[in-house]
């Protein structure tokens, strides 16, 4: 069997409850210990869990009341992002010397092209697991890797074998692995997107593989071809070094509701300040301003709108964000407010293309 798109060697490595796992490496005291990082008060939310706190059901992004309703000797840290980018720079250090195509998705995982590395090593699945012992040996911390022809099956596969384990999608066992997977465990497919699957008879790959790209584009609009498309094996996004940004932005969480549009004035102030000092960092400047709004009930809106020209400046962003902010009446209280800039002049920058590596199954992994 030949494959007539390209197939690579990806490593997907994902560092195991990276904040928690940095706080008790820091701290022997919190090791075995169910821990969080983040605000345990009233509004608080949780960052990361350790996984002696999952569990008990608590999870990144759940609020510190509910977290510590669930496990009542839940121990809350709160976070040192300084820290947790000093040792994903170490981490870093260590992919570089194994390829130049590493693309950072966060602090603490990164896809690696690995087809031709600087060992020499044609096994990606050894390649893995050296890394993954060279971080727990020099850094401290253990991280879970996923290793196959492409990053969609890499990201896939990292998870599976979850914390400090990895596994391998060989060529000939995709396809396979594939039709196996339950569809919630597809990267791209979220609960909202799993519901709406479920009620039309979707609950595994091989469910997906029996649907035509039509009913998946009537279903599913753009994201169609996506879920067509890798289910069958096939995804074609290459490892990118530089990633380029889609949008930058800045966002607050308030301590109390605020119910009128007065007193979001200032929060807007501080928040484009914080977005104007994150443009002027990375020498970007953008044309369309969105206003986020997450009200009380945590239902989320954002309103939009494109200018004819580029901006940067702290005082045109608050402008538009005022003007976006009065379009129409708020909803509810107002818990959280934010601000980003997308439609950037980095849209206009070319990426270089590689060739594509066109393999029979006799692809040592």
Avoid at 233 to 251: C, F, Y
Wanted: aromatic share 10%; hydrophobic share 35%; net charge positive.
């Amino acid at each position: 069997m030949t494959y007539d798109f390209p197939l690579r060697k990806i490593i997907h490595v994902d560092m195991d409850a990276f904040y928690a796992s940095v706080e008790q490496m820091d701290n022997p005291e919190l090791k075995g210990k169910p821990l969080a990082v983040g605000g345990g008060e009233k509004r608080g939310v949780v960052s990361a869990a350790s996984y002696e706190a999952r569990k008990y059901g608590v999870r990144s992004a759940m609020s510190g009341f509910l977290a510590k309703r669930n496990c009542p000797d839940l121990i809350f840290v709160r976070p040192r992002f300084a820290r947790y980018k000093e040792i994903s720079q170490q981490v870093r250090k260590i992919f570089f010397e194994y390829t130049d195509l590493v693309e950072p998705l966060s602090l603490d995982e990164a896809y690696l092209d690995v087809t031709v590395n600087k060992k020499g090593n044609p096994s990606a699945t050894l390649l893995a697991t050296e890394i993954r012992q060279r971080i727990l040996d020099e850094v401290g911390i253990s991280a879970s890797a996923g290793i196959s022809i492409n990053k969609f099956i890499a990201k896939v596969a990292s998870d599976y074998n979850k914390p400090n384990g990895q596994k391998t999608v060989n060529p000939e066992e995709v396809l396979s692995f594939l039709e196996d997977l339950e569809i919630r465990k597809f990267y791209g497919v979220g609960k909202v997107t799993a519901e709406k699957m479920y009620k039309l008879g979707i609950f595994t790959g091989k469910d997906l593989k029996a649907k035509t790209q039509t009913f998946l584009d009537d279903h599913f609009g753009k994201s169609g071809s996506f879920y067509y498309q890798v289910v069958r094996g096939i995804h074609l996004s290459e490892v990118k070094p530089n990633r380029i940004p889609k949008s930058v932005g800045a966002e607050r969480t308030f301590n109390e509701n605020l119910s009128s549009e007065i007193f979001m004035l200032e929060r807007l102030d501080s928040i484009a300040t914080e977005l104007e000092k994150r443009l002027k960092k990375s020498g970007i400047a953008g044309k369309t301003i969105t206003l986020k709004i997450k009200y009380s009930d945590f239902s989320l809106q954002t309103r939009s709108k494109t200018l004819p020209y580029f901006i940067a400046n702290k005082d045109l962003i608050l402008e538009v964000a005022k003007e976006l902010l009065y379009q129409e009446e708020l909803h509810n209280s107002v818990r959280l407010l934010g601000i980003s800039l997308a439609n950037l002049n980095t849209d206009e920058k070319k990426e270089t293309k590689e060739k594509p590596i066109l393999v029979q199954l006799k692809f040592p992994f």
